[in-house]
Structures are given as structure tokens and as C-alpha cells.
């Protein structure tokens, strides 16, 4: 019952499209896993797919507040942040987030097609 058990939990879960079971067991590896940014940004996926866009918010601030993020952690949690916003209908919002990513890092998974789309 350690952290990176729930997280490997999660996975197992979110892999099977289990996202609300998933959810939990990623909310109990963000206490403190090895794979806290991971475990964050799988919650936030989750909550996405299940339309709980106001908990994938909370999920990705509380992410982006952590101090020993790396930099495509960061970025990794942005772009998810992004698609929250697409999700629920905040274009606006969306296209700054990933635009900012842009700035960082222009080869970044899709984020240049992300910005053609909503531009």
C-alpha cells in the first residue's frame, strides 16, 4: 500500500479505460510517489475523459506548483492543462497555455497542430 503501487494501480486501470477507479488510485500516488509528476498528469487525463474538468484543473495547478518538476514534466503538465481547456470549450485559454509551450519548446508533441487548430 505504498504510493508507487497506487500509481502502478492507476495505470493498470487507466490502460483498461477504468478511469474512475483510476482516478483514485492516482489521487492516492500524488501523496508522494517517485512518479508524482507522472501520477498528476494521469490524473488529469483521467478526470479529462471522464468530463470532470473542474478536478482536472485543480489536479494540473496543484501539479505545476510542485518544486522539483523538470522541465518536460512542466511542459508535459501544460499540455494536458491545454487540453482541459480545449475539452471544456475555453479556446481562449487553451491557446495561451499552448503557446507558452510553444515559446519553450517548439517540437513538443503537437503542440504547433494544437495552435493551428484553435488559431
Known amino acids: 500500500d505504498t504510493p508507487d503501487f497506487h500509481?502502478?494501480?492507476?495505470?493498470?486501470?487507466?490502460?483498461?479505460?477504468?478511469?474512475?477507479?483510476?482516478?483514485d488510485e492516482f489521487t492516492k500516488a500524488t501523496d508522494s510517489s517517485a512518479h508524482r509528476a507522472d501520477a498528476y498528469r494521469c490524473l488529469i487525463v483521467c478526470c479529462r475523459q471522464l468530463g470532470r474538468y473542474e478536478d482536472a484543473e485543480k489536479a494540473a495547478d496543484a501539479a505545476l506548483k510542485l518544486k522539483d518538476l523538470s522541465d518536460g514534466d512542466r511542459l508535459a503538465l501544460l499540455f494536458e492543462q491545454a487540453l482541459v481547456s480545449k475539452s471544456r470549450g475555453d479556446r481562449k485559454r487553451a491557446l495561451a497555455i499552448f503557446k507558452k509551450i510553444y515559446e519553450q519548446d517548439k517540437n513538443f508533441k503537437s503542440v504547433m497542430r494544437e495552435i493551428k487548430e484553435l488559431s
Open 7 to 23: 500509481y502502478n494501480l492507476g495505470l493498470a486501470f487507466m490502460q483498461s479505460g477504468e478511469y474512475e477507479p483510476a482516478c
